[in-house]
């Protein structure tokens, strides 16, 4: 590479590089002198920035308006950034509250050890949580174990927090961290536990408590004296051992000890190792409670600790934290549905949500890219909307959003005018609370949905937060989807008890009133609903009665079947009997035996068994009739099928439409879901995209049409390649590189080979450059025209070839091509493809 001048350097500078934007004004003499003035142009310069961050929007936008859409950005992210980190603490506060129980049942109080015992009491086994974060998602428990740490310390735990690298080599490293973090010593240099024993021992007064016990025991086994006199010498002993130890001393002894391991899987095995076989070991003086953090399950353990020292030194209970599907049905349904009863101050789309999701499904199953990407998109938003900044307006209450819209300017009213449709001030800020309360009725909608998949028993997939929300916000989802959601729950809920029924209806409740505004925009629902719970209580209260009055003791009637039986019944007797009677005294004889051979006993008793099989055939069906209808009743009268006929009308009145395609809802709905395609980095996309349409990224280069001489050797060079197959061989992709810029050479512009024209037009130029000193022209033969011709072209040959390796060199560089080994002659090998791009 050849070094330029200074004049050659500043100029190719000026050519590389594109200006953005002017850097701030350096300080004036007098500012540098004494110090003097640096607020006020820190405050001006922080102007100019903000001021160039946020352009305008449309002409004559005030400067006023683009910083308060600087700030109304940082606001309405600051406040939704706070409520979703509550939430996701929220999700792990049940778990540390077992924690916390755990570290105080298991926690051993330090005991004088009596006289006569060794020091040495072997290992025990340590009290030791699990807590297993469900899966391999790091970005979401980054704060999860400080906090722990911080919780546990709140509630009066001597907590230390160790990291993989804490750990160290050997165990004396991880001792010292833990002996400074509990004693505060952050200067202490001691790395073994008598000195963490000793500690201890200070903090709890156990050490002079069984330097006094020793004391009385070799007062009691001193030779001489009877059995009273050494009683006499114990009591000494006794309450100055009693006595030594302070009222704080005596509360720290209640105190656990609980040593916190964050990513045990990547801790040293065998520092770990030798770690619990000490905090075993020491365990009667230092009683000591491990948790141990695990990324996936508790197998992981068992593969870094040998099974004897698991069963022999540790005390193990297994907690759950939050996996990342419910940390992500939490933010959805507490922040961005509204269930923390706070607006949420920006909505989002269905295209943003849709790719945030998909980003979380398919790739980092992580909450910390949902809250990268709705960064991202609110920044987007007060880039691109000229009143995003009303937004901030709205987080504080309708009455700010109309003294907001009261205030604009006759500029931005216009603009506010063709974006909401309203004419004045004042309709206005109704499109935009006509907005906000149609977002809370949606959001009661959505909370209502879920809380009868949750009571029907319908936990899968359609039925996930994060799933219900993007499908409501397609326009026809009222008329669509909802309808079968519904339909696979009515059934469950048609089946409900009253108890079930009646805690559904509760829940419904809790729910529309923990939403923004919800009771306000289901007023007409929650006054149906309790109708419809009043009803059913009265309409048990009359069942019971009815119960009770057929409970009582009553008559026993006969039905109009059972009376004819009865009477037919007799008649056959009746005919019988004197028929025997007319017959004289062999039929008295043999009345036993031959009854029903006469006519008249046959017709008789076919007359009885048909007339009691008549009335046990009406009887059955009569009965079963009645007992379906009975049935059917009971079910349409059930509580659960009241309530689920409420709830199909009441669901698609208040989902009928998605908040977001209201007229106001323009003010704090992010649209713009391209913006989100920085956090995923793909760079062999970028790379393609930089190479084939360079005006991407660099405004000042004109739309790409095709291949062109104009672009840039190695954007030339790789659309070639991209193009054609053949140019793997470098030959033939050569002779189409230099082919373009030949038929850029010729007049038309048109590609081709050189021909007669273009050298005379060369030969012409070089005349007209062909002058002496008097302005004379020198008459050329025609042999040194013809030198001259084929001078040019191997000076052009020459540079396309140094251009073109120049190109292939670059592209070889950053990773798109690579030489062909095994191939003769000069090939190379595509490395990147690209298929997606294609």
Known sequence: MEWHDVAMEAEDEDGAFTLVHEGPDALTAQQQKGHRGKASSQAELTHDLQLAAFPELFKREPAEQRLARAAAAQQCWDALAQRMQETLEATDAEVFQELLRFAQQSHRPPAPRAAGLPEFAGCQRVPTGLVLAGGVNSADHCHTFPRLAAFLRQHGCYAALLHPHSLGKVPGDAIGEVLRQLSGMAAS???HMDALRQ??????????????AAAGGEAAAAPGGDQQARGLRQRPAAAAAAGCATAAQLASRQRPLVVIVEGTES???????????????????????????????AAALHGLLPPRLVDRCLEMQHFRLASAMTRLDGLV????????????????????????????????????????????????????????FLAAAAVEGPAAVEQACADLDPATLAQARQALGGRTNAQLAAAVGEAMAGWSRWCVGLQ???AAAEAAGHRGQDFRPWKVIEEALVHDFAA?????????????????????????AMRLLERAAAVWGGVQAAAGQLEQLAALAGGQAEAEEKAAEEEEQQQAPRGRRRSGAEAAAAAACEAGEAAAADADLGGGGKQQGKAKHDRFHSRQSRNAALLQKSAQQGAAKGGASAAAAAAAAKRLAQEAASPGAGLAAWLAPALRELLAAPPTKLPGASVFTCRDAGA??????????????????????LPGLPDSLGLNAAQDDACLAYSIFDQDPKCVNLADWYQAFAAVHEGAAQPGGSAGPAGKKRKAAVKKAKKAAKKDASGSRRVATEGEEEQEGQGEERRRVRELTARFSQATAELQYVGLIKPARRRRGDYVHRVVHMPAAE
């Open 189 to 191: 240099k001691a790395e």
């Open 199 to 212: 500690w201890y021992q200070d903090e709890t007064g156990a050490g002079r408590q069984q330097a006094a």
């Open 267 to 297: 801790v040293d095995e065998k520092c770990l190792r030798d770690f619990i076989l000490t905090a075993s070991e020491s365990y009667q003086d230092v009683p000591l409670t491990l948790v141990l953090g695990l990324t996936t399950t």
């Open 333 to 388: 349904q507490q922040v961005l549905l509204g269930g923390g009863g706070r607006w949420p101050g920006l909505l989002f789309s269905r295209a943003i949500l849709s790719k945030l999701t998909d980003a979380f499904l398919n790739h980092y199953y992580s909450t910390g890219c949902i809250m990268q990407g709705l960064k991202v998109a609110s920044l987007s938003h007060f880039l691109t909307q000229p009143l995003s």
């Open 448 to 450: 209502w949905l879920l």
């Open 480 to 504: 669509g989807q909802l309808q079968q959601l519904l339909g696979a729950i009515e059934p469950q809920l048609r089946r409900l008890p009253a108890a079930a029924a009646e805690q559904l």
């Open 676 to 697: 989100l395609d920085c956090l995923t980095a793909e760079p062999r996309v970028a790379l393609h995209m930089a190479l084939t349409e360079p005006h991407l990224f």
